[in-house]
């Protein structure tokens, strides 16, 4: 299953495009059975299609309760 196959990537750095085309780095925590993720020291890529390098970067920090 997608779920199964994406578990193979945990605490692996990933790219993940999403609507809209934008492009985020990540270390991948989370998955969910939506298929929603969680990525941790995030960075948004922009300009990739290109192969420009990152212009912009932060990190997100997320609490879980």
């Known amino acids: 299953s997608s779920l199964d196959h994406l578990n193979g990537y945990m605490d692996k750095t ?33 300009g990739a299609e290109t192969g420009k390098r990152v212009i912009h970067f932060s990190s997100h920090h997320l609490d879980i309760v």
């Open 14 to 46: 990933v790219r993940v495009c999403v609507s809209g085309g934008r492009l985020f780095e990540g270390t991948l925590c989370c998955v969910d059975k939506g298929l929603n993720i969680i990525l941790s020291d995030s960075l948004e890529i922009q």
